[in-house]
């Protein structure tokens, strides 16, 4: 499909918070041009869309989430992270299919798409049914192994490898494992000798909280960190997730293999796990990236909140209200997401990159004036500034409704019904 957006503020993440007047167009899933307004245009149009002089920006990346676990939410809440896991989350996972998945998966793809999040990098049960999920509906998923002592078996994990990474032109599959808390050293073994078999980028949960860290210590001396360099997990980069309590010999290892930091900052408060030190991790150019993690644990998939909490707590453990600046932020959440997951085309506004791209309505109170429209979107933006979301060339989200494809309500009853079943 070609459609022209024109009469629009662009912010196309090429330089953080520049903004252009003009107008973008798209034809089928790229973006065809980028730039100022053509005072005579002669192409032929599926669609025009006159934005108004609102803001079109890439669409955010929620670089680490659960997404199924939207089911939770609100269920199993004021609990530290080992009984929220062991005694309430773990034992309800266990009576789920791939079914339930499937439908859980529509319903958090319905939050990502009013809250202009365009991709996802999704870390749960059954990612065959996940990735249908979201190839059904047009969410871009890059899906994680979880791989721990519980199963798969770690010849699955490699089939899913091969097999949906050609699946969905939407969806990719990323090599990784739960938590070192939920491997044995030997599972680690066998995966690092899958992982230089295909020499690919490691995912996985890490440095969450003071008594993982602790628990890795006893276990072998080391911390998860040093402890996965050894086992050389990463040696091909990857992504931690969370990273809330590393050393500065962790920091070391990191910088040096090319190891981004998912920061999960709602989730990290909500548990009392702690606030990640993104400060440190930018002063050694270590890319950090932003994920909401699941909704059972913060309790709502929105990249606004993510945001603001990323510099405000930056600010209030460095005691410096100059900590972690705005525009990093945004950079964050749209091309370090995007770098970290592996969208090398979905990053910023440009010829020939994915027509991943949401439109920021600025024409609602919360972001007038118009003094610094890049740290509105920080400081005081959210999810009802969404007007439009598009992936792929596709637009899933417009104007408070979505695409005809996407039945919202029998969204919501299913999840209800499995909800009853799993309580």
Not at 153 to 177: D, Q
Not at 234 to 257: C, N, P, W
Request: hydrophobic residues 40%; contains cysteine.
């Amino acid at each position: 499909m070609r459609i022209r957006l024109y009469n629009a503020r662009i912010m196309t993440m090429v330089t953080a918070g520049e903004i252009i007047r003009g107008e973008l167009w798209v034809e089928d899933d790229k973006i065809l041009y980028v730039g100022e307004q053509k005072a005579d245009n002669k192409e032929n149009w599926e669609r025009e869309i006159d934005c108004e002089g609102n803001l079109l920006m890439p669409g955010f990346k929620n670089a680490h989430g659960h997404s199924a676990m939207v089911v939770f939410r609100s269920l199993c809440d004021d609990l530290n992270l080992q009984d929220w896991l062991n005694n309430e989350i773990f034992p309800r996972e266990a009576k789920m299919t791939g079914e339930d998945c499937y439908e859980l998966t529509r319903l958090a793809n319905l939050e990502y798409l009013t809250g202009g999040i365009t991709a996802v990098a999704d870390m749960y049960l059954t990612p065959e049914t996940i990735a249908q999920s979201c190839a059904d509906m047009g969410m871009r998923c890059v899906l994680v192994s979880g791989l721990n002592k519980f199963g798969p078996a770690i010849s699955v994990m490699e089939e899913r490898f091969e097999k949906l990474n050609n699946f969905h032109p939407l969806i990719s599959f990323k090599l990784g494992v739960h938590a070192e808390y939920t491997c044995s050293k030997e599972l680690l073994e066998e995966v690092s000798r899958v992982l230089h078999k295909y020499q690919v980028p490691f995912y996985v949960h890490m440095s969450e909280t003071v008594a993982e860290v602790e628990e890795c210590r006893q276990r072998y001396q080391k911390t998860p960190v040093a402890l996965f360099e050894e086992l050389g997990l990463f040696d091909f980069g990857g992504s931690i997730y969370h990273g809330v309590h590393t050393t500065a010999e962790d920091m070391e290892i990191l910088k040096k293999r090319g190891i981004s930091v998912i920061t999960n900052p709602a989730s990290n408060a909500k548990l009392a796990s702690g606030v990640a030190p993104i400060t440190d991790y930018l002063q050694k150019d270590i890319m950090v990236g932003i994920g909401t993690d699941g909704a059972s644990s913060n309790n709502c998939l929105d990249m606004f909140r993510e945001m603001f909490l990323v510099t405000g707590l930056a600010k209030l453990r460095e005691k410096d209200p100059s900590a972690v600046d705005a525009l990093k932020v945004l950079e964050m959440a749209t091309v370090n997401g995007a770098l970290s997951m592996g969208l090398e085309q979905c990053d910023v506004l440009k010829e020939g990159k994915q027509a991943d791209i949401i439109m920021i309505d600025l024409k609602q109170p919360n972001m007038q004036p118009l003094n610094n429209i890049a740290k509105n979107l920080v400081y005081s933006g959210s999810k009802s500034n969404v007007k439009l979301t598009m992936i792929a060339g596709k637009i899933l989200y417009e104007n408070g409704k979505f695409a005809s494809h996407i039945d919202a309500e029998e969204i919501y009853r299913k999840a209800n019904e499995i909800l009853e079943r799993l309580r």
